[in-house]
């Protein structure tokens, strides 16, 4: 028998509540739930992850420095709390006051006691039998006031009392049987909870919508391919637009005193670019959106026309930058398509800086030093019935895993893949809704003769120079997160462990063999005085196919245990 979502999660509550053990609930009882402010959101306490980087500007950077390059050898796994769920894992543990909130693939939201790992409350979204989703992973929650905000597979927000995890209200945003699904953290600013959709390779029309936190009614959408007569709209040919895709997947960044929202948008479909001629805006670009009316007031596509399934959904990390003597508050992006990007940003305008390859890229001829528009070069461009070979694969050079950026070391740290290739033959396709819209067939293969796959980058941004690289034999889906005690922490490789690394130098300090590979974002917090990192271990989705067609490429078999683990550590003794 099929129970409703709030009968589902009293039930739960219920069983909760009779193994929690009783110094837990004194501490629920004498320590109500803090609500979250604008306040709070734009200036963190250093104990709480409040975001899904931490903070607005993405850096994934945590002030604690009790954990440091030093003692970080002395780290050991303090509690965990298996999910009960296979694939990816790749959600951050968010925290509040002590409250933990981590989601699963299949849209699970947990609440933990983040000082002992017991359970408070679990919330499990009960889909439709015949929910759409290319993928079935969850990339976290965002908080606002007193309600824990999740958006789903099948294509709705639920907003659940923190405190119990009780709906306080779920409102849908598009039709998953067109097509539409959701995997990413919202973002909260200004009374709004604001999401983008997947669903690029199901002739979606992408957007980005923002929610009223209180009510659920819908403030302001800003789609991501224009209609005719729109801004944008001469770059689509004929009803091309309307399956145009441009897909909002990653969590946005937010600049208060711009009032601006950043969104990063996926591949035009479907994927070959002869069949929808022009730059095919605002695809593979980067956006700015006005945070209370939604308007779109700057933008900048990375590559026009895109044809290789280079994604650009990663947000740009908001940093400001020193070049030619003047500081400026910047974005910078580690492409999809290989190049790493800087941006100027201001009130009305996204303004092109420089850019340059940062692993092996041959698509790209040149780079107009005033737009930032690329040149290709045609033999590496596929088209309908004719296949090209090119690099980086069309995984790119980072997929959607998280750079971070320190403050104390002024360095950018990026997840990167290189030394992969790919080829696609291009096929015809007929838009049909809800089904894949790609007209593809891809492959991967290893560089002749690399010696590695994954690497681990740190870069200056105001020399444009790469400071070190650690390299790995496996591909890299880790997430990275830095903190002030010096520390560089990422998993992503398939031998399973989670790492830390010196911030200035690269050397590895400190590792822990966990129970699969860790693609979650890490995070960390503090309670009682006591400094914690969190991380989720489950591996899946993107990271175990890319796994596979090295193996296959390779001639090996690699092994990664299935299975969800939120693993959690501090400093021993």
Known sequence: ?????????????????????????????????RPVTDERLENPEPENWLFYRGTYDGWGYSPLDQIDADNVADLVPVWSFSTGVNSGHEAPAIVNDGVMFVTTPGNQVIAIDARTGDLIWLYEHEMPED???????????????????????????????????????????ADNSSGYYMTLAPLTARGKVMVGVSGGELGIRGFVVALDTETGEEVWRTHTVPSPGEPGSESWQGDAWQTGGAAVWLTGHYDPELGLTYWGTGNPGPWMGDVRPGDNLYSNSVVALNVDTGELVGHHQYHWNGSWDWDEVSTPLLIDVERDGRTFPALVHPGRNGYLWLLERSADAISFVDAWPYVRQDVFINIDPKTGRPTYDPLKKPSTGTQADFCPSLWGGKDWPPAAYNPGTGLLYIPANDNLCGTIEGQEVVYRPGRSFVGARTGLNVWPGADHIGELQAWNMNTGEKVWTREFDSPNWGPVMTTAGNLVFMGGTSDRYFRAFDARTGDQLWQQRTNSGVIGVPSSYMVDGVQYIAVQSGFGVDAASMRRRVDSDRGTETYVPQGGVIWVFALGG
């Open 131 to 173: 929910v759409i989703g290319f993928h079935y992973t969850n990339r976290g929650v965002a908080l606002f006031g007193d309600k824990v905000f999740m958006a789903t597979l099948d294509a709705r927000i639920v907003a659940l009392d923190a405190a119990t995890g009780e709906v306080v209200w779920s409102e849908s945003v």
């Open 1 to 33: 028998m099929k129970l409703d979502r709030c009968c589902r999660t009293t039930i739960v509550m219920i069983a909760a509540g009779l193994f929690l053990p009783g110094d837990a609930k004194a501490r629920q009882a004498a320590e109500p739930y």
